[in-house]
């Protein structure tokens, strides 16, 4: 499928320098907006998860 394992930050359109809080507000956003029972795609809620 890919090539190798996906980088956390990169799933969730930050970077490595981004505060924390910044970091878990754009996990939580998008994990609601891919949320299977909202519509979104169990893939893609999977893929922020394991992020």
């Known amino acids: ?3 190798g394992p ?3 930050y990169e799933v ?3 970077t490595p320098a981004a505060p924390l809080e910044e970091v ?3 996990y ?3 994990l609601n907006g891919h949320h299977p029972d909202q519509g979104g795609l169990r893939a893609e809620f999977l ?5």
């Open 24 to 26: 878990r507000r754009r």
């Open 47 to 51: 893929r922020l998860e394991r992020a």
């Open 28 to 30: 939580r956003d998008l």
């Open 6 to 8: 996906e980088r956390p």
């Open 12 to 14: 969730l359109g930050t």
């Open 1 to 3: 499928m890919g090539s």
